[in-house]
């Protein structure tokens, strides 16, 4: 069952970076999942090892397509990647651990909320540039 689902009002107006929050939702989704039908722990790590990387991944170009656009508030923005990129790896060490709980209660609640808010808020704010860098030299991507 999935907790998440893309809507178009996640838009940045970049198809690529459009494309990463499509993956990240699928991503959370598929640990939910996870988790809900007790999967192995194996398993679950697994999903956790894949959703760190395409996080790192997906900050990486999207701190990339900040610059390329100019946009004034990208160092506040890195500083949030940051927060979530800790979150997240200290929640993986947890797990490892044998934290269950971790997941089960706070990662989960966490990852939901950020994942929306961070992009309706934070990323929607980057939008104009995107349109005015896709108007001026073509596709910002």
């Known amino acids: 069952m999935a907790v998440l ?11 690529m970076i459009d494309s990463d929050h499509r993956i990240l939702i699928n991503l959370i989704n598929q640990l939910h999942d996870a988790i809900e039908t007790g999967q192995s722990r194996a398993v679950v790590g697994s999903v956790i090892n894949v959703l760190v990387e395409y996080v790192e991944h ?55 909320r950020w994942l929306t808010d961070h992009i309706l808020r934070a ?12 108007g001026t030299h073509g596709d910002a991507d």
């Open 123 to 134: 990323d929607i704010a980057y939008r104009p540039w995107v349109e005015a860098a896709a």
């Open 5 to 15: 689902t893309w809507s178009e009002t996640y838009s940045v107006g970049s198809a």
């Open 58 to 112: 997906h900050f990486h170009r999207e701190e990339a397509l900040m610059t390329q656009i100019g946009y004034p508030e990208r160092e506040q923005h890195i500083q949030s990647h940051r927060d979530l990129e800790n979150r997240v790896r200290e929640a993986r060490q947890r797990w490892m651990a044998g934290e269950r709980q971790v997941l089960d209660d706070d990662l989960m609640v966490f990852l939901k």
